[in-house]
């Protein structure tokens, strides 16, 4: 029953955080609809000031006494300067824009005060003293209220999205609690599988001994059929290194190009590599290939030079400085590509095609140790012959 009860008690609570939350919500939204209001009032009022000041700047320009006399003058420019000073006053700017409106104000009562001065000299008689007063401080006057005014819209329309933007934090931050709120009750109330108990086992019925006198049973006990076990996956075949560490030993006292070309017909087939390109550099920013097996006699003809900017499975190895593979998956050929080094200098690349589709770990080092030994054969910076039979420069070890 007390359990119960707290149940109850933490659906109540959640209704409650869900109807607080829609409330605050509400009252956010009211609050953005009436700053919106009072954005479009002050937007108006300022665009009315800007007219007024308009108006005020082009009175002092287009002053005519053929037209108009001086008085009457003076009594539309002091209008226009109360209307201005009026709107200004009907504007109830926030606090963070004061600043901008005790500048505007300070403005325009220097422009009343200099039209004042230059109404009293013009009423004393002092006709030229009161145009310089107009000339001098009226019109720079405008100009500044201008500014005044549009650094006073400036910061309006700032604490506007100020306010704005704190409000929306606000509902995000309310709505964020009560949606946690919400998912840790639900957790709480979601009902637990409960486990049963396992079960005690039965004991075994005791055997007894059959009578001396009973029968024979001829049932007989057949064990029930059990699954395969899976078989453990076949391991490759064993390289045998015998003809392995004769090649190298080969390679190493080679000192002709048909030797070599003789040795690269045997690697292919310690490798089970259906076509083997050795690959070294040439005189511009590409490989050219050296030696060529299982690819026919055109075959340099056929291939050329390779881009070291390409990005091929040589180009990788010999950028890299390590032995580079690629399995072929399905009926493609799997290939390796090992660098060929000379002490610290990279000479060539070592690249093999090979019948199957894939490369055990034992045929990838295999290759690259028939990589450093062929790069100890073969000199470094050597061209390819135009024709198939020119003979190879060879290096004895």
């Not at 190009?257 to 070294?280: F, H």
């Amino acid at each position: 029953m007390h359990r119960r009860s707290l149940r109850y008690s933490l659906v109540g609570l959640l209704f409650a955080a869900a109807a607080g939350a829609a409330g605050f919500a509400w009252t956010v939204d009211r609050q953005l609809a009436e700053l919106t209001a009072r954005d479009h009032a002050a937007a108006a009022r300022f665009d009315g000031m800007v007219q007024s000041i308009a108006r005020f700047d082009a009175a002092q320009q287009t002053f005519d006494p053929a037209r108009e006399s001086e008085s009457d003058w003076f009594v539309r420019v002091r209008r226009l300067l109360a209307r201005i000073q009026s709107e200004a006053a009907a504007l109830h700017g926030s606090a963070a824009t004061a600043a901008a409106a005790r500048t505007f104000s300070d403005v325009t009562n220097r422009v009343v005060s200099a039209v004042q001065r230059a109404g009293e000299n013009f009423q004393a008689g002092h006709e030229l003293m009161a145009a310089d007063l107009v000339q001098d401080e009226g019109r720079p006057g405008a100009e500044a209220m201008r500014a005044a005014v549009l650094e006073w819209r400036a910061a309006e329309a700032g604490a506007a999205d100020v306010a704005r933007a704190m409000l929306f934090q606000q509902l995000w931050s309310v709505l964020g609690g009560a949606a946690a709120l919400w998912a840790l009750g639900v957790l709480v109330l979601a009902p637990r599988a409960t486990v049963p108990a396992p079960e005690a086992p039965r004991a075994a019925p005791a055997e007894s001994e059959p009578a001396a006198d009973a029968p024979l049973s001829l049932s007989l006990n057949v064990p029930a059929a059990q699954p395969p076990l899976p078989q453990a996956p076949t391991p490759p075949p064993p390289i045998d290194l015998d003809p392995a560490a004769a090649l190298c030993t080969d390679i190493a006292r080679a000192d002709t190009a048909a030797a070599i070309e003789a040795l690269l017909d045997r690697s292919a087939g310690v490798l089970g590599a259906a076509g083997i390109v050795i690959w070294l550099k040439g005189s511009g920013d590409d490989l050219v290939p050296a030696l060529i097996h299982g690819y026919g006699p055109q075959a340099r003809a056929r291939i050329g030079s390779l881009p070291l900017s390409d990005g091929t499975l040589t180009t990788r190895a010999w950028h890299s400085g390590e032995l580079q593979s690629s399995d072929g998956g399905g009926r493609a050929r799997a290939a390796l590509a090992a660098p060929m080094f000379q002490g610290a200098q990279l000479t060539g690349v070592f690249a093999v095609e090979l019948a199957d589709a894939d490369a055990s770990p034992a045929i990838r080092a295999l290759t690259g140790i028939l990589a450093a030994q062929f790069a100890g054969a073969v000199a470094p910076g050597v061209e390819p012959a135009a024709e198939a039979d020119q003979a190879l420069e060879a290096t004895a070890s």
